[in-house]
Every structure is written in C-alpha cells, then in structure tokens.
C-alpha cells in the first residue's frame, strides 16, 4: 500500500501548456481554469486571467499585451477551430480567427498571425478584421511545430521531413530536405538566420542556414531513438540546447554562419563551448574524447560530434508524450488532453537556462554553464521548484 502524500494536492489543476515568449523572459501557462504568465527568471506570477473554462495554447506576442489562445482542457473556454486574439490590457477579445478544424498550433507577431492546422498553415495579417495573406499545405503535424519571425515562417513541408521555409518579404518558399522520417522539433535563433530540426528518430539534430537551407553542422544526441520534446539556440546562437524523454538537456556547439565548420576559429563570447568540448561527467562528450582512433572511422556514430555538456532533468511521474502516442491523435483530439509536454528550454543568458513542463508535476528547473576546474564547462542544475503552487 502507498502512504506517501502526493507531490502536489489533488485539488490543483494541472498545467495544459507551457510555452515561452519570443527571447525566453516570461513564460505563459493554460490551465483549465484560464491562463497566467511568469517571469521566467524567478518564476514568479506576473498575471493570472480566471476564465472558469480551459485553455490548451496560450502564446504570447513577445513582451506586449496580446496573446493567441485556443481552447481547450476538460471544458474548453473556446471551440478548437478558433484562435482568440487577447488584448490583456483591455481585458478583451480583440479579434478571433476560425477555422474548419482544429487548430494544433499559433504563432503571432506584431504583424502576424500564423495559424496551424494538421495538414495546412494560414498566415494572416495582424489586423482587424485578419487579412489572410497565404495558405500552405503540409504533411501531418499534429504537433502544430511552426516558427515565426519578421523575416521566416518556417514549418514541415508536404513530405514527411522536409522543412518549408518562407522569405516573408518576397514570398518565396524553399523545400528543405531536412531528414528522411517524420519531423519532430523546428527552431529558429533569435535573428532567424539559423534553423535546428530534429525528425521522429531522435538520434541527430541539424543546423541550417535558414536563407540559402545549406547545411552548416549535424549533432548527435544518442545512437538510440528518443523522442526529442525541444530545441532552442542560445541568444547569440552559438550553442544549442536539446531535451527528450531520455531525460537529459544536451548542449551542442553550434558553427559560425560565416565559417560553416567545427573547427573554425571563434571570437570572443561568455562561454566558448568549441575550447572545451566536454566533461569528465558528461556521457556524450565530443566524438574524439567518446571513440578516441575510432573516431577516425568515416561512417556511423563514431565520427559523430555529441554535445559537449549535459545534464538530467526531471520529467516527472506522468505518462510522457512520444512518437507512439502522437500517431494515436486525430485532428479532433483536444489540446490539454493528451501527455503534457515536457522539457521546454528557454534561455536567460548565455550561459543560463531554464527546462520547464507542463502536467500535475508542473516543474520549473534552472541549470548553468560553469567552468571547471580543468577549464572544460559543466551544466549544473541550480535550483527548482513547482510553479503552480506560486
């Protein structure tokens, strides 16, 4: 017989999303009860919204009033084929933008709304009434996996992994190639110039210059399949961090998109990962301290470059999203009830970052870069705690 209380009271509402603005400072959560914001640095509430009803995405546009929500949870405030523009300052609805299904992703700017459905994404002008501007056909993306900037849209193509990236200024949509299986993560760096994808397999992160899709580096995370849950570049763009269900957060060396190779020379930064690979700690240091001659190996994993520091993170007690289950969903199923997501990274500082999930074990987690004694940099996780009970 268990006797050991429970984490977290029976009684608090579990966290239906979890999502980062635009340069990782605050972070907005749905619960079934509405939504509240963060300060992503201390985790403390900014702003909780009670609406009594349930809100599966919650997005904001950067550090400004509005938000993108959609409905959903055990009793969702809105039907699943809208997305609901918030003005939060006014406390309203600004504008709302339907749909024939349901929406598994939004993405919103100053000038945009990007809507994403299973097999489309609809851009619209950010204005009232929404001007569409574009619509784009895509294999399956239940994920609703979308990136938006002033610059790129990016998003799965029309054959399972392959990445279509639109020039916003001219319209033009390149077909990237990115992997042979189905995708699993997209992310752009913060100036938009550098694309990280990862496919359903899990073992390999690419790095592509988002302009002319060249191919500047590929990672490894692992030999085995792992359901990678997120990417995110660091604020400079010079390393790239990486969770999965295997539960670690991986931190990659990412090159300069002047000199796309490895062993280019760098200019000054924070923290210069590429002048020290890995930890005496680290299970999946760089290739040649991993494989030592077997390195020299041409093909398969010994010739891989890993990430140079990683740490585990807790991904709590709850069934975990993964490939497996993701293939069970249909276009009806509800956001907010399926596995919470979990791993979400957003970065502080160059050489601080954040891995939060969402869930009844809604966990906040701080890790660091520091150097070591032998002048290699660790990921050390520096402190935690339980958001919803703020």
Not at 58 to 75: F, K, T
Not at 278 to 301: C, E, M, Q, R, Y
Not at 347 to 369: N, P
Request: hydrophobic letters at 40%.
């Amino acid at each position: 017989m268990n006797t050991r209380p429970p984490i977290e009271s029976p009684s608090e509402l579990p966290a239906l999303s979890v999502a980062f603005n635009n340069d990782s400072s605050r972070f907005a959560v749905g619960l079934d009860s509405g939504f509240r914001i963060f300060l992503a640095s201390t985790c403390q509430i900014q702003t909780a919204r009670v609406f009594n009803a349930g809100l599966g995405l919650v997005q904001m546009m950067g550090n400004a009033n509005y938000l993108a929500l959609v409905g959903g949870g055990r009793s969702p405030k809105f039907p699943q084929n809208k997305v609901i523009i918030w003005d939060d300052s006014k406390g309203k609805v600004a504008f709302e933008i339907a749909a024939l299904t349901a929406v598994r992703g939004v993405q919103i700017t100053k000038t945009r709304v990007v809507v994403v459905l299973q097999n489309s994404v609809r851009l619209y002008a950010f204005e009232k009434p929404p001007k569409p501007l574009a619509k784009y056909e895509t294999a399956d993306n239940l994920l609703g996996l979308c990136c938006l900037t002033d610059k790129y849209l990016v998003f799965p193509g029309r054959t399972p992994g392959h990445v279509q990236v639109v020039q916003l200024a001219t319209d033009s949509v390149s077909i990237l190639p990115a992997h042979s299986s189905s995708l699993r993560a997209i992310q752009l760096s913060a100036d938009g110039e550098l694309l990280a994808t990862a496919s359903e397999k899990g073992t390999l992160v690419r790095i592509f210059a988002t302009g002319s899709c060249a191919k500047l580096a590929e990672r490894r995370r692992g030999s085995e399949n792992a359901t990678i849950f997120s990417l995110r570049f660091s604020p400079s763009g010079s390393m790239l961090a990486c969770t999965s269900d295997k539960g670690n957060l991986h931190i990659f060396d990412v090159p300069n998109l002047r000199r796309p190779t490895s062993s280019a020379p760098r200019g000054p930064r924070p923290i210069s990962p590429s002048a020290a690979p890995s930890t005496g700690a680290n299970p999946n240091a760089d290739a040649t301290n991993k494989w030592g001659f077997l390195s020299n190996i041409p093909f398969g994993p010994f010739s891989d470059v890993y990430s140079f520091t990683s740490a585990p993170f807790e991904t709590g007690s709850e069934p975990l999203q993964n490939n497996h289950n993701m293939r069970r969903l249909s276009d009806n199923a509800v956001l907010g009830t399926t596995r919470p997501i979990k791993g979400v990274i957003g970065w502080i500082d160059e050489h601080s970052l954040l891995v939060i999930g969402a869930g009844q074990d809604a966990r906040w987690e701080k890790f660091v870069l520091r150097e070591g004694e032998d002048g290699r940099y660790v990921l050390v996780r520096e402190g935690w705690k339980g958001y919803l009970g703020n």
